[in-house]
């Protein structure tokens, strides 16, 4: 067990701990397998808002719940490698209060990510197990990240940050608010690429369609679905009322909040790339950061050019 890492992704709405280990496949590749995954919805962005600042309720719930996986983690005599904090500790006023109390929950101190950063290290994560020449987009609760391998960005709009903006339900003044933030934020540069989901949305999302209560990776990565499936899961939803759509499967514990606010940002990205289909991925910043660095590629000295006459000199 002495091979095994930890990390931590606390997000705007929820917080993951991953503890897994690195395996040899038939291949001889080395990949990252998980052994424990653990969610749980904190909602730590959701006075960001209204406040510009992380409450204090909501740091004693997350340092609630990072005890926990303290414990898991060094019940199996492992370490917290990379305990990773995004959109709402890149917006918090009182970030630094907040790290503070994270590193004495986790004896090890978190570092605050560019969104950036962020769509990087997810990127790598999904290319470990599904390969080169993709595109993925990682919706969480603040922000969504999309990348390619050669540009990534990350938009400020996520499931949670639309659900305090419009509601569990968007109304007409949603198109309006897509269709400027996408003038603002392009992203045509990611068509033309098999699309891979990722995050809390995507696992909800994949957990509805599938009508399985249980979280299972092996199950959720790669499942690809239709815009057509799509359509059909959003519809599902919204016709349920609040108390029946808690009951789907992949939606407890708040999640079905702000489920139906990352459909329709989901299915507006899709369209804009012109996607018939997309994929499910499991994997994402939380095995991204636990990856070693990859080598960049040494480029080649450029070979001297040396003019007519410095040729004719060397001649004589």
Known sequence: MTNLRASIDIGSNSTILLIAAFETDESGKEKLVPKIQKVEICRLGEDIFETGNISKEKQDALVAILGKFRSDVHALGAVINEAIMTEAMRKAGNSEEVI?????????RPRIISGEDEGKYTYRAVTEWHGEGITTIDIGGGSTELSNGKETISIPVGALFLFKKMGAIPGPEYKNFAKETLKENPVKQFAKRPVYLVGGTATALAMVFLNTPQFNYEQLEGLEMSMADLETTITRIVNL???????????????????????FWLRT??????AESFKISTAGLRFGVLYPPKEEPQEKPKAKRIPPWAKKKEEA
């Open 241 to 263: 009322s609040k108390e029946l759509r808690a009951a789907l499967p992949g939606l407890g514990g708040g999640r079905s909040d702000v489920i139906i606010c990352g459909l």
């Open 100 to 108: 503070n109390a994270v590193e004495h929950a986790i004896w090890t």
């Open 269 to 274: 990205l899709l369209e804009r790339l012109h």
